[in-house]
């Protein structure tokens, strides 16, 4: 239900995404991984994230770069775009009654002008030993940007074709 | 000429491809067997007509004979395989271990995928790995070849000298998504690609411009999968149930005005006319034929498309010794 109300306005998340950024690095100074403050925090992003998203709480969240739509509800857990098994509807080859997770994220992406482009960049190998912990906290403590070591970021292609993204956007509109 | 060209490995694939040769890879389909005559059986009447024989992981979620395994095969025999590797199966540490393993065998080519779902398999109930998705399984390879060291940083003493390839699928939705997916698949290090089945020749002529139009053609080598459909009742059959698997209802009816008996050498027959449509498109570097249990089939639509000698294969035709019954025969 929330769900399905959010994802209609994809720009709207954007900017809650901007101010939840911005309000969380306010308490940075008390925030600690462990303890009673993390408990509180993934209990908070539980209810608020798991009927907006349906937040399978990873820990590292990817959310604003991928339209919104969370890829940890992609059975295949997939975080850098579909499988090739979407069907014609554009919903999932493993639940054919839920709609693709990567059609939803292509279509919000579409619609979110700050970080919808974003989509076009790798991203890392998921970090799963910080399955159930807060992504708020992970985020401002820095955890969610530790990849493996030998993993090598580089987002120069992503970015070469943002101005091709932003313009097939204006293509599909007129 | 030639001494110009810039190999990153020691595959033919790689050789063929950069010449600017138009290239033929071919799918073997894995043995319910431990005998390595049925790998053997196989792979000899495909390895006459292409220049690399993919040993699929696990198609479609069934078991087989695992692809690691067949490629060893392939190998010891003097074949060129493509290793393919889903992300369905198994996870960093394991495929990390396999790359070196395969590339210590002599394997020179690896396509990585996702990988059908486990509950389109035989096995539904069995436990979904997915722990790095196939963009990140490319970059880690590539990491491995060109920077000498595991995801964790550790180097590798000799590293895995492959030739890095990955699928595409252009038949899917979200249609407009698919040539900037691929533009991403280059980004993490591939090298080449097999696509799903091509029945829909428009669709990938429109897929084709929009790659043109990226540039990506200049990037990496795109091969086209095409196959032929046994009859009308199999083409129904792929386009209900196998997932990512488009036929037009065009080609569909002319199976079905064919009568019964001539169904397979019509399927074959638009399999040769979709071979022939894709290789005139700009920025086609060869094609991928599959067919499901038909080695023979595959043969003859290489064959009847005239893409036949494939080049570059002074010295390399295999002796094709399955060593496996002489050492029966000894002991």
């Not at chain 1, 109300?5 to 709207?12: G, S």
């Not at chain 2, 060291?149 to 998504?177: C, D, H, M, Q």
């Not at chain 2, 064959?303 to 010295?315: F, N, Q, T, V």
Request: hydrophobic share 40%.
């Amino acid at each position: 239900m929330i769900h399905d109300i959010v994802h209609r306005y994809p720009h709207f998340l954007e900017v809650v995404y901007d101010f939840t950024v911005w309000f969380v690095s306010l308490f940075r100074r008390w925030l600690k991984p462990g303890g009673v403050t993390e408990r509180f925090f993934v209990w908070f992003e539980r209810i608020t994230k798991g009927p907006m998203f349906h937040c399978q709480m990873c820990g590292q969240c990817v959310l604003h770069s991928t339209g919104m739509a969370c890829p940890m509800t992609c059975p295949k857990n997939l975080r850098n775009g579909p499988c090739g098994g979407v069907r014609s509807n554009g919903h999932c080859e493993v639940l054919p009654e839920m709609k693709c997770v990567w059609v939803q994220a292509w279509e919000g992406a579409r619609r979110m002008p700050t970080y919808g482009y974003e989509l076009l960049m790798i991203t890392p190998p998921h970090n799963w030993r910080l399955a159930n912990s807060s992504s708020w906290l992970n985020m401002m403590t820095g955890r969610d940007q530790e990849h493996p070591r030998g993993w090598v970021t580089n987002h120069d292609d992503a970015l070469a074709l943002k101005p091709y993204f932003y313009a097939t956007v204006e293509e599909g509109k007129s | 000429m030639s001494s110009q060209i810039k190999y990153r490995t020691e595959s033919r694939l790689e050789r063929v491809l950069r010449n600017g040769r138009f290239a033929v890879t071919a799918e073997l389909n894995p043995p319910d067997s431990a005998n390595p005559d049925d790998v053997y059986r196989a792979a000899i009447v495909l390895s006459q007509v292409c220049d690399g024989i993919n040993a699929v992981d696990a198609s479609g979620a069934n078991v087989h004979m695992s692809s690691v395994a067949i490629c060893a095969l392939l190998t010891r025999a003097g074949y060129e395989p493509v290793y393919q590797v889903a992300a369905r199966d198994r996870n960093r540490i394991a495929i990390q271990g396999d790359l070196l393993g395969a590339a210590a065998m002599g394997v020179r080519n690896v396509l990585f995928i996702t990988g059908d779902d486990v509950a389109n398999g035989d096995q539904p109930q069995a436990k979904r790995v997915f722990d790095m998705d196939s963009i990140q399984l490319l970059r880690m390879a590539r990491i491995m070849r060109d920077e000498g060291v595991f995801l964790s940083g550790r180097k590798i003493t000799t590293p895995p000298r492959l030739f890095l390839g990955a699928a595409a699928n252009p038949f899917a939705p979200p249609y407009e998504w698919r040539p900037l997916r691929l533009a991403k698949k280059i980004a993490a290090g591939a090298e080449f690609i097999q696509t799903q089945y091509c029945f829909d020749t428009p669709r990938f002529s429109a897929y084709m411009q929009r790659v043109r139009d990226l540039g990506l053609h200049e990037k990496v080598f795109i091969l086209v999968g095409v196959g032929p459909l046994r009859s009308a009742r199999t083409a129904e059959f792929m386009r209900n149930k196998v997932p990512g698997v488009v036929i037009p209802d065009a080609i569909v009816d002319r199976l079905k005005k064919t009568p019964k008996k001539r169904q397979k050498a019509e399927g074959k027959k638009i399999a040769i006319e979709i071979i022939q449509q894709v290789k005139e498109i700009e920025g086609v570097a060869g094609v991928h034929v599959m067919a499901y249990r038909q080695e023979e089939l595959v043969a003859e639509i290489i064959e009847e498309a005239g893409l036949l000698p494939r080049p570059y294969r002074k010295g390399v035709i295999p002796a094709a010794i399955p060593t496996h019954s002489r050492q029966e025969r000894i002991v």
